[in-house]
Structures are given as C-alpha cells and as structure tokens.
C-alpha cells in the first residue's frame, strides 16, 4: 500500500465535501473558511500525487500534511470549535510553502 497516495487521495475526498459544505450548507464565516480550507486542501492533495509520481516524497508529505493542517483547523473553526485554532493555521502554510520551496529545490538538481 502507498500510504501518501491514499493519504492525498482521501484529502481531495475530505477537500471537496467540505468545500461543498460551506459553499451550500454553512452561512457566514464559516462558509468562507470551509471553502478557503476546501481549496488548498484540494489543490495540495492534486500536488502530493504530482510529487509522489515525480518521486518527490518529502515535499508530497508535506503538501499532505500542511493541508490537513490548515485546512483542518479552518473546518474546526467552522464547526463551532475555538478560534484560537487560527493560530495553527498559519503553520500548516508554513508547510505547504516549505513543500513547493522543496520541490523548486529538487527541480534545480535535475
């Protein structure tokens, strides 16, 4: 079993159920956190499996990791969890910038 590949494979599942959430089930703030986190979710699951075919797995991980993280605590958020939350959020971008440096990286080495 690819671990990385399922784990990008159920967050593009998880990324595209809570964009639809918040784009026709939830109202205000939460809406718009639910398809903020949607989006990168999604666009970082599609990237982990480009890195993961590129054999590029330490920048997949990360893109996987850091869009749980920053989507995760946006959906936290929205449903009603603490917003203290937001201030992770932050490191799960750090992550996410960490992955595509990573991947520049390793398209500079050929």
């Keep these: 079993m690819n671990l990385l590949m399922l784990l990008a494979a159920l967050s593009g599942a998880v990324a595209v159920g809570a964009g639809a959430f918040g784009a026709h089930g939830a109202s205000g703030a939460a809406a718009e956190w639910l398809k903020t986190g949607g989006q990168y979710q999604l666009v970082h699951a599609v990237a982990a499996l480009v890195a993961l075919r590129m054999e590029a797995r330490g920048p997949g991980w990360l ?14 958020m929205a449903l009603g969890l603490p917003r203290w939350l937001g201030a992770i959020t932050p490191m799960g971008g750090l992550l996410l910038i960490a992955g595509w440096v990573w991947l520049a990286w390793i398209a500079t080495r050929g």
Excluded: D, H, R
């Design 63 to 76: 893109f996987v990791i850091g869009g749980a993280v920053f989507a995760g605590t946006l959906y936290l």
